[in-house]
């Protein structure tokens, strides 16, 4: 609840209430609180009344302000480093035709490739950038970036840079995830098996270049088979890297329990995720992210196994999965909206699924929780309850995004 006073804090927060999240549930809340932060860190979070003095006297910077405070949402799935966009898919689909006939046909994913190809890495930041500044102005303070529609080395190395430039120019926290194994680039057709010993082999080079924080795939019948995956993964082994999976989307292919087998951060999607997917994620704590936005546009009707996830205690994150073909969707609050209203999560819920849930789906334990010793990551909202983040469908409701105790919006 507080920190010794050695010397002035960076910057004190007073008279707003907290979410701080601690706790196993509920929103953790403190009213008339103060908020407290020195060298990135916060080093008070508790009623005003218990501050170790005048509020003047503790910090350089003393903010009185009101609303609400919740840690930075954590964005842990996004593909949001990619060129040009697929609204013309998005009409077909409408239509009539399914994503996977999209997909079989030539176009999906692999028409995002053949645009991220032909974009500079210039190109591809200029493009990328409003993405991430839309998901930071609406709270996201880390944000998850997979490579994926490069497909070969070069290209994915281009996105994973980007998503690394993204970090820099907007002072964002940026995790990245190799996503080679999203698609087969046609160059490979009939040949995935040779395409998954590429993507394999592509990895240690990228690592070596600071470029992997995490590796992924796309376990699907319009991606790659558990066998070719577990292959992925043990590349991934092989580095020391954690995996997560694009699991159970479409179908049941056991990618939940893939995952839970190599000791995974957590399985994404798990719409089809059977029971016994379930336990294996609960046994070997893996999160389970949840993306609404996806199932939204796809218009799915197959939920995920929520009250199962619940019963065994699986974590349950929620992301934005902003991406160009299944998800073009810009603000994690909005993903929390989709959350509550298709999955029926509460709003505290998703806020946890924003935020701790979240980062520990990067394996991040520094985060997403107010508490004295964790990043001073967080978002001054305006607002009169946090169920209020969740219920309003767009708007603009943060009055201040800080990450590492600075300012950014
Ligand atoms: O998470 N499922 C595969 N990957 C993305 C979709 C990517 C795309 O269609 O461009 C997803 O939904
Ligand atoms: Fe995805």
């Given at each position: 609840?507080?920190a010794?006073?050695?010397?002035?804090w960076?910057?004190?927060?007073?008279?707003?209430?907290?979410?701080?999240?601690?706790?196993?549930?509920?929103?953790?809340?403190?009213?008339?609180?103060?908020?407290?932060?020195?060298?990135?860190?916060?080093?008070?979070?508790?009623?005003?009344?218990?501050?170790?003095?005048?509020?003047?006297?503790?910090?350089d910077?003393?903010?009185?302000?009101?609303?609400?405070?919740?840690?930075?949402?954590?964005?842990?799935?996004?593909?949001?480093?990619?060129?040009?966009?697929?609204?013309?898919?998005?009409?077909?689909?409408?239509?009539?035709?399914?994503?996977?006939?999209?997909?079989?046909?030539?176009?999906?994913?692999?028409?995002?490739?053949?645009?991220?190809?032909?974009?500079?890495?210039?190109?591809?930041?200029?493009?990328?950038?409003?993405?991430?500044?839309?998901?930071?102005?609406?709270?996201?303070?880390?944000?998850?970036?997979?490579?994926?529609?490069?497909l070969?080395?070069?290209?994915?190395?281009?996105?994973?840079?980007?998503?690394?430039?993204?970090?820099?120019?907007?002072?964002?926290?940026?995790?990245?995830?190799?996503?080679?194994?999203?698609?087969?680039?046609?160059?490979?057709a009939?040949?995935?098996?040779?395409?998954?010993?590429?993507?394999?082999?592509?990895?240690?080079r990228?690592h070596d270049?600071?470029?992997?924080?995490?590796?992924?795939?796309?376990?699907?019948?319009?991606g790659?088979?558990?066998?070719?995956?577990?292959?992925?993964?043990?590349?991934?082994?092989?580095?020391?890297?954690?995996?997560?999976?694009?699991?159970?989307?479409?179908?049941?292919?056991?990618?939940?329990?893939?995952v839970?087998?190599?000791?995974?951060?957590?399985?994404?999607?798990?719409?089809?995720?059977?029971?016994?997917?379930?336990?294996a994620?609960?046994?070997?704590?893996?999160?389970?992210?949840?993306?609404?936005?996806?199932?939204?546009?796809?218009?799915?009707?197959k939920?995920?196994?929520?009250?199962?996830?619940?019963?065994?205690?699986v974590?349950?994150?929620?992301?934005?999965?902003?991406?160009?073909?299944?998800?073009?969707?810009?603000?994690?609050?909005?993903?929390?909206?989709?959350?509550?209203?298709?999955?029926?999560?509460?709003?505290?819920?998703?806020?946890?699924?924003?935020?701790?849930?979240?980062?520990?789906?990067?394996?991040?334990?520094?985060?997403?929780?107010?508490?004295?010793?964790?990043r001073?990551?967080?978002?001054?909202?305006?607002?009169?309850?946090?169920?209020?983040?969740?219920?309003?469908?767009?708007?603009?409701?943060?009055?201040?995004?800080?990450?590492?105790?600075?300012?950014?919006?």
């Amino acid at each position: 609840m507080q920190a010794a006073v050695t010397e002035r804090w960076d910057g004190l927060v007073v008279g707003v209430s907290l979410a701080t999240l601690q706790g196993t549930e509920g929103y953790g809340e403190i009213a008339d609180a103060a908020l407290g932060w020195h060298d990135g860190r916060l080093c008070f979070v508790g009623p005003r009344s218990a501050l170790p003095g005048d509020a003047r006297d503790l910090a350089d910077e003393v903010i009185e302000a009101d609303g609400w405070i919740t840690p930075g949402l954590v964005d842990c799935h996004t593909h949001l480093v990619f060129a040009g966009d697929r609204a013309r898919e998005f009409e077909l689909r409408l239509q009539g035709a399914s994503y996977e006939e999209i997909a079989r046909s030539g176009g999906g994913i692999v028409s995002t490739v053949r645009a991220v190809r032909e974009a500079d890495e210039n190109t591809l930041l200029a493009q990328s950038l409003p993405r991430a500044r839309a998901l930071m102005r609406d709270g996201v303070t880390t944000v998850e970036i997979k490579s994926g529609y490069g497909l070969d080395f070069d290209s994915e190395r281009r996105m994973l840079r980007v998503a690394r430039r993204i970090g820099q120019q907007l002072g964002v926290q940026v995790s990245t995830t190799y996503l080679g194994a999203h698609a087969l680039p046609p160059e490979y057709a009939g040949r995935a098996d040779d395409y998954v010993e590429a993507v394999a082999a592509w990895l240690p080079r990228l690592h070596d270049e600071g470029l992997v924080d995490a590796v992924d795939a796309f376990c699907e019948g319009i991606g790659f088979s558990p066998a070719q995956t577990r292959r992925v993964f043990e590349a991934a082994g092989a580095l020391g890297l954690p995996v997560k999976l694009h699991a159970d989307q479409l179908s049941d292919l056991g990618g939940a329990m893939l995952v839970a087998e190599f000791g995974g951060l957590s399985a994404d999607h798990v719409e089809h995720t059977s029971i016994e997917g379930v336990r294996a994620m609960a046994a070997h704590g893996v999160v389970a992210v949840l993306l609404p936005g996806a199932f939204h546009v796809l218009r799915e009707t197959k939920l995920p196994p929520l009250d199962a996830f619940r019963e065994h205690g699986v974590a349950m994150a929620v992301a934005t999965d902003c991406n160009p073909g299944t998800s073009p969707l810009q603000s994690l609050r909005q993903a929390m909206q989709l959350a509550c209203t298709h999955f029926r999560l509460t709003p505290a819920e998703a806020l946890r699924g924003a935020t701790v849930h979240g980062a520990r789906a990067l394996g991040l334990t520094d985060r997403g929780v107010l508490r004295v010793g964790m990043r001073a990551d967080f978002v001054q909202w305006r607002v009169r309850h946090p169920a209020e983040l969740c219920y309003w469908l767009g708007g603009d409701l943060a009055e201040a995004v800080y990450v590492g105790g600075v300012r950014l919006a």
